[in-house]
């Protein structure tokens, strides 16, 4: 393997250093933790309103797979 480019795309990664202080580090998890739960209710509204989608498509005619699809977009 050598140091020299080439024409394939190569992917790259760059890596930042950042230090954050504990205190800050520690106000964050506080305020991620405390929304958690408001974070967690609303994942399952979107999963209920998705389902009410897909029954609702299979209620009106669409195959299962119609209807899953359509629930993709």
Known sequence: MTDEPNDEATD?????????PPTEMRKTLGAMHKDLQTMIEGQQF????????YLALVDE???????????QL
Not at 46 to 53: E, V
């Open 46 to 53: 979107i999963a209920k309103m998705m389902r009410a989608k």
């Open 12 to 20: 790259v990664i760059n890596v930042v250093n950042v230090e954050i």
């Open 61 to 71: 005619g669409f195959t299962k797979d119609e209807a899953l699809k359509l629930c």
